[in-house]
T-cell receptor, first 111, second 115 residues
């Protein structure tokens, strides 16, 4: 049930772009994206509902293809502060709605 | 508005012991979920409680249990601790709306080390 995230890790220079993918084998009702810095709680970035909407948050945006059960997170012109681990959470229905998270993508942005 | 509060933040236990972790959700939130986080495994779903009832459960052994009180505060318990239980345990809360698409807010977690 756990969604698959790719890549597992990525290193960027400041100003470069990155894409993180999230794929599930289950029908999805929503996809959540979070960023976690070492020793801190995961922080909410955005949520995408069924309908293929693309949402944005500053220079971070995401898309959701419900037919393919996939979501992608787009980081544009990365900043040092973008470093951390990114998790996608896929909301599925198993007698009730629950959110299952992927193993995470470690992103490091260097100057 | 206070965030999700977890206690204790750090604890060390011995194999075979049991541990209880506590979580206070955001005021007004009635759903509380628990996740286990270990390196390389990401966030593993343990269970979710809503209005004092377990609504969902992950694939963890029966040694992991939880409960929710009438004020929405939640506790999770792990009995007969094993070395592999060492992890960061995260509590998350969301609003009472049972529909999908509710934002999940995480606490800072409880770091459990089993020796």
């Amino acid at each position: 049930q756990q969604p698959v995230q790719s890549p597992q890790a990525v290193i960027l220079r400041e100003g470069e772009d990155a894409v993180i993918n999230c794929s599930s084998s289950k029908a999805l009702y929503s996809v959540h994206w979070y960023r976690q810095k070492h020793g801190e709680a995961p922080v909410f970035l955005m949520i995408l509902l069924k309908g293929g909407e693309q949402k944005g948050h500053e220079k971070i945006s995401a898309s959701f293809n419900e037919k393919k059960q996939q979501s992608s997170l787009y980081l544009t012109a990365s900043q040092l502060s973008y470093s951390g681990t990114y998790f996608c959470g896929t909301e599925i229905y198993t007698g009730g709605f629950k959110t299952i998270f992927g193993a995470g993508t470690r992103l490091f942005v260097k100057a | 508005k206070a965030g999700v509060t977890q206690t204790p933040r750090y604890l060390i236990k011995t194999r075979g012991q049991q541990v209880t972790l506590s979580c206070s959700p955001i005021s007004g939130h009635r759903s509380v979920s628990w996740y286990q986080q270990t390196p390389g495994q990401g966030l593993q779903f343990l269970f979710e409680y809503f209005s004092e009832t377990q609504r969902n459960k992950g694939n963890f052994p029966g040694r992991f249990s939880g409960r929710q009180f009438s004020n929405s505060r939640s506790e999770m318990n792990v009995s007969t601790l094993e070395l592999g239980d060492s992890a960061l345990y995260l509590c998350a809360s969301k609003s009472h709306d049972p529909a999908p698409g509710n934002t999940i807010y995480f606490g800072e977690g409880s770091w459990l080390t089993v020796v």
